[in-house]
Each structure stands twice: as C-alpha cells, then as structure tokens.
C-alpha cells in the first residue's frame, strides 16, 4: 500500500534543466484528483504551487497533499504531505520536506540541496542521515514533476514512441531514477470532460506488487499545460486509478471536450 501511495505521488508528481523560466505552470496552479480502487473512492490528493519567502529569498513552494478517505481510511488510514521549496532562477529544489503518516508508521525528513558550491555535483544535508554527494542538478520528489512537463513534454513532436526518459531524484535519502516510456496518444474521459492525453509508463519493478514493468500509466494533458490527468496501477490484488476531479490557476485553459 506504502509503495502505491508513493508512485501515486511520483505521478501527479513527475522542475528543471534551468532554463528559469516556467512555460508549462505558473504560481497559483492547484489540482485536485480523487483515488479510486475498482468502483470505490478510496483517497484524495492536492497539487499546488504558491510563492513565499524563504531565507529572505522568493521560493516557488510547491505542496502534495495525498489522503485515504472513507472505507479506506477506517482500515488504513494515510496522511501524505511532500513538499518543495524550488529556486525560481534554476527551478532546482532548494529544500524538501517528507511528513508522511501511513496507518502505524509515521516518519519526517527535510533535506536541504546545495547546487552552487560544486560545480560537479550537488551537495545534500538530510536532518536524518547527513550529508550526501550526489549528482548534479538532481531533483527531489515534487520538482522532478515540473521538469517533465517544462521541458520534456514541450518537445513531443520528437519523442518517439518506446522512448525511454530518466530523471535523477533524491527519495528517501537515497538516488531514485525515475524511468518513463512514451507510449503514445489516447483520449481519457474525466469528471471535467473528455481530454486528449500523451500516455507513459514508468518501468516499474516486478515481484511483490507488479507482474510487468508496464502495469503503471500515466497520461498527461496533450496541450500546452501538460496536466498530469490519470494514473493507473494494475497490481496483484486489483486496479487503482487516480484521476483529475477540479483545477484552477493553469497558464492556458484546459483543452478539454464538455459533456
């Protein structure tokens, strides 16, 4: 269930090459998704990026919120919250925070990112495990999210289908290489209408909990937005679906068919 909660988040989740200038998002984009077991609403999730101060200095502050709800939430309960500080210059991660409850099991890190003292690597302090020499530019959790979708996504005339694209990120105090390929074109129906989508499937590891490396998907709006839209995970035990319910603050409206 633990793993499920964190592919949820990498989803909705999957900012920067350092371009400093955000094409794909803008500051006051929220999205908010619902999640789904079969025909059972089992959880909720929150997406949204503001502007604040930290150390004197303008951060982009982006925050996931993931809960379980209802039925799910009386057998086991979930209380998810990442969150990232980014530099608006670089899009880099300049702080993340990790204050996860899942049922029993409850654990809080903050990691700060140093990408200015080194010019071939990055520096990291984790207030759990120290410090860590990593690569260069790497990303945490929630800022690999904006990198997809600023500047993978905008190149999609030549992504080529079976394409394999890697983004390094810093996950649980350790390197987590997130791994997606590009599968194609497909229209999703949601509660906001129907919406033509660009479908990916992270390679997933097999065992415990997936059959192939092909049993998660995600498909993100094919317009300039590049909204994360759906994500499904097809397991041992059955189908979780996690699907836009409302959005508000996108640089460009939604295209979007009504129903």
Request: with cysteine.
């Amino acid at each position: 269930m633990k793993k499920i909660y964190y592919i949820t988040i990498v989803a909705i989740i999957i900012s920067s090459s350092g371009s400093g200038q955000a094409v794909s998002y803008k500051v006051g984009e929220k999205v908010i998704y619902t999640v789904h077991y079969g025909i059972i609403t089992g959880g909720t999730a929150s997406l949204e990026l503001n502007s604040e101060m930290l150390n004197g200095k303008e951060v982009w502050h982006s925050t996931m919120l993931a809960k379980t709800t209802g039925m799910a939430d009386a057998i086991f309960k979930v209380l998810d919250i990442y969150e990232s500080f980014i530099d608006p210059a670089t899009e880099l991660p300049v702080k993340s925070i990790r204050n996860i409850r899942e049922g029993r099991y409850k654990k809080f890190n903050e990691v700060l990112f140093d990408h200015k003292t080194r010019v071939d690597s990055a520096i990291l302090t984790s207030d759990l495990t120290g410090i860590h020499i990593t690569p260069p530019r790497i990303h945490d959790i929630l800022s690999c999210f904006y990198f997809l979708r600023n500047h993978i996504l905008p190149v999609e005339s030549n992504l080529k289908i079976g394409e394999l694209n890697t983004i390094i990120t810093w996950f649980t105090d350790e390197l987590y290489p997130i791994r997606l390929r590009y599968i194609g074109t497909d229209e999703i129906r949601t509660k906001v209408g129907k919406i033509k989508c660009y479908k990916f499937n992270p390679v997933t590891e097999t065992g415990r909990l997936f059959k192939t490396e092909e049993d998660v998907s995600f498909w993100f709006s094919a317009d300039k937005n590049f909204l994360p839209v759906k994500i499904r995970f097809d397991i041992f035990v059955g189908a979780f679906t996690c699907e836009i319910l409302s959005y508000e603050g996108l640089v460009y409206p939604l295209e979007i068919k009504r129903k």
